[in-house]
């Protein structure tokens, strides 16, 4: 028979399965375990619970959990904040930050990027600005994963001042840095210096993702770059073999549909691995539009008319 201690062990190890798989079933069916063998109130099970409810995105069960829980570790709040950050609920995020703070649990390099995060998808500058001084004021300022954050932070917030700051001063950098650097910039179309970090980031022999190619083709759409567009993009093909995602594609429709080239807009959506959504069908209905494209129009909506009749 295993002791108390041993079966808890147990439990946990289990439970950190179901974390790193995010099985649901499965941890619904070791929570109904845990209740019946009166294991479940245990402080450090609960915390395991809420852990494993909010990495599956249960956060009704996991806030139920968390409100029995009387011993509240650094782990558990980060878990927890990270949750409400993933699916959107960025008040929700901060709020349980700011609980954190009043209990004066201590801070780890895991806590303030999702709080990060939250800030800049609200956004909240000025909070975003004091979870800055938490960054440097807990050691955590060689940190990469924090130093990422606040760069997004204040660059989705409008400061890119900040951003440029914060960017400057890193001792490292990693593809998120200069992506979200140049993310910031081609929000506000200042294109130049998304195409300058752009050749600087190869030039340190780093590769661009997907998520740079959008960062850069979203300034080129924004700016009325076609050409500069189109270059970008086949080098993303071509030089990086990068597959384009829908993403991509959609900021290549934006691009070239702004530009009224709407009929090298239609050959991409037909050329494209990615299946169209409502949002790039739209996009494309609406340059048709602005241009007196009627016939280019015509098509499309038949060509809609026909995807949807197949997907029935």
């Known amino acids: 028979m295993p002791t108390h201690q041993g079966t808890i062990l147990l439990f946990s190890k289990l439970l950190d399965s179901c974390y790193s798989t995010r099985n649901l079933h499965m941890l619904k069916q070791l929570h109904a375990r845990l209740i019946i063998t009166a294991i479940s109130h245990h402080d450090f099970i609960r915390a395991k619970l809420v852990s494993t409810y909010s990495i599956c995105a249960q956060l009704h069960e996991a806030s139920i959990i968390f409100s029995l829980t009387n011993r509240r570790s650094t782990f558990l709040y980060n878990s927890f904040i990270r949750a409400f950050a993933s699916v959107n609920q960025f008040f929700d995020s901060i709020n349980v930050f700011r609980e954190m703070i009043r209990a004066g649990k201590p801070l780890d390099r895991h806590t303030l990027p999702p709080v990060l995060k939250s800030c800049a998808s609200v956004p909240a500058l000025r909070l975003g600005r004091n979870v800055h001084v938490l960054v440097f004021s807990n050691g955590f300022d060689s940190d990469v994963a924090n130093l990422n954050s606040l760069v997004t932070m204040y660059a989705k917030c409008g400061d890119l001042r900040s951003a440029r700051k914060v960017f400057d ?7 998120v840095t200069w992506t979200a650097m140049m993310s910031g910039y081609g ?17 340190h022999g780093l590769e661009p993702d997907g998520l740079t190619f959008t960062a850069v083709l979203t300034a080129c759409s924004h700016g009325g770059l076609v050409d500069k567009g189109m270059e970008y993009f086949e080098m993303m093909r071509d030089r990086f073999k990068l597959r384009p995602s829908l ?8 691009m070239l549909g702004r530009a009224g080239r709407v009929e090298e807009a239609e ?9 169209p959504d409502e949002a790039l069908w739209g996009a494309l209905l609406a340059a048709c539009k602005t241009h007196g494209k009627v016939e280019v129009a015509e098509r499309l909506a038949e060509k809609i008319y026909a995807r949807r009749l197949i997907s029935t």
């Open 169 to 175: 001063e890193m001792l490292e950098r990693n593809v």
């Open 187 to 203: 929000t506000y179309g200042r294109c130049e210096e998304v195409f300058e970090l752009f050749e600087r980031m190869v030039g």
């Open 267 to 275: 050959t991409m959506v037909e050329m494209m691995d990615a299946i």
């Open 247 to 254: 993403e991509h594609c959609s900021c290549m429709v934006d």
